[in-house]
Every structure is written in structure tokens, then in C-alpha cells.
């Protein structure tokens, strides 16, 4: 099987989410995975309150900036879900994967939460040596 979660050989990391957001600001958010012998990858996340009566519930929304990103929504809870689009991403040199989207902030001033999970994949078609890492990013209203 692959490794244990958040295992040595990589590291998942979020850029640009800030530490306090303006509501109704567009924010650039990055997704970075970092990891050994990584020949595909993945990854999904959502942003959503992070206390009070509207915790759990999506926060903001998610816009795809390129055709690498997708956004889908569950139904059910109305989450946006941003994940990767292909099926093969491009790996850069040195085992690197950068993913980007576009975050409004809502107009709620209620703490926020982006949780992501991220798949390093060796392509070997079965989940031996693969890995999956896992990244969060709390954000406060100003």
C-alpha cells in the first residue's frame, strides 16, 4: 500500500490565502505538492466557516483560473469542491505540481478553513509507493 498520510518524501503547501481577509476581496490561492518520484497527482479542497452558526458551510466561492482546475459542487451540501481537471498534470522539474484558483471571500465576517488533500502517484496503476498529503489554512475577517 502507499505510505501513511503526510509521510516523509513531500509536503503539501497553500499560497496565498491570508491570514485575515477582506469580504468581498479576490484572493489568488496556490496549491503546492512537493514529492519523490511523483509522475502524477492530484488534489480537491474546500473553503468553508470555520466556527459559529454557519460553521461547515461553504465560505465564499471558487473559480477556476486555467483548465487545470475544476470546481465541482456536491448537491447535496452545496460545498464547492476545487480539484484538478486532468488526468495527468504537468509535474514540473524536482517533483513540483502547482494548482491556482480564484477565492472571493464572503461577505460573512465568520473565520474561514481551507482544507485540501493532494495525491502523489508513482503511475504504476495501483496504490503501492503512492502518497497523499493533507494542508489547511485558517483565515480570520478583519
Do not use: C, K
Amino acid at each position: 500500500m502507499g505510505g501513511e498520510l503526510n509521510s516523509p518524501g513531500g509536503i503539501l503547501g497553500i499560497v496565498g490565502m491570508p491570514s485575515r481577509y477582506t469580504p468581498r476581496t479576490r484572493y489568488e490561492i496556490g496549491v503546492v505538492l512537493q514529492s519523490e518520484d511523483m509522475t502524477l497527482a492530484g488534489f480537491q479542497g474546500a473553503v468553508r466557516f470555520a466556527d459559529g452558526e454557519t460553521r461547515g458551510t461553504q465560505a465564499g466561492n471558487i473559480e477556476p483560473l486555467d483548465a487545470r482546475v475544476a470546481v465541482v459542487i456536491d448537491q447535496l451540501t452545496r460545498i464547492q469542491y476545487v480539484q484538478h481537471a486532468a488526468a495527468e498534470d504537468r509535474i514540473d522539474p524536482g517533483g513540483v505540481v502547482t494548482w491556482t484558483f480564484i477565492w472571493m471571500a464572503p461577505d460573512a465576517r465568520d473565520a474561514v478553513m481551507l482544507h485540501v488533500a493532494a495525491n502523489s502517484a508513482n503511475g504504476d496503476d495501483s496504490p503501492l509507493l503512492d502518497r497523499v498529503y493533507t494542508a489547511e489554512a485558517f483565515s480570520a475577517a478583519r
